[in-house]
């Protein structure tokens, strides 16, 4: 397995073991999504419409969640000895995206 890439400059390549599997999960959301708009296209009951519409977005909360930790996890270590140097721009990358949580 590779290790992930950690480098902290907007526009750089950015990934952590768990985005493969935030991935496969968002493209799980995304043919269920989909299912979702044919049921409303059929006419299906607005009960079963929610409840799977109540599922997708679970799933989709879910890889936002696990995305978050796994940053939190994975780049706080770089946060402090960068903090350390006298750069704040980590911490306030930490600021940003708790606003997510």
Do not use: W
């Not at 990934?15 to 999504?33: N, V």
């Not at 679970?58 to 940053?71: F, N």
């Not at 994975?74 to 980590?90: F, Y």
Request: proline share 1%; glycine share 4%.
């Amino acid at each position: 397995m590779t290790e992930p890439v950690h480098e902290h400059i907007h526009g750089h390549t950015h990934t952590h073991q768990s985005h493969e599997a935030i991935i496969k999960r968002l493209k799980r959301a995304d043919g269920h999504l989909r299912s979702i708009i044919t049921m409303i296209e059929e006419g299906r009951e607005c009960v079963d419409i929610a409840q799977q519409l109540h599922a997708v977005e679970k799933a989709v909360c879910q890889a936002k969640r696990t995305l978050i930790q796994d940053h939190i996890d994975h780049c706080l270590e770089d946060s402090v000895t960068a903090l350390s140097n006298g750069d704040r721009s980590a911490i306030d990358e930490f600021k940003q995206i708790t606003k997510y949580l």
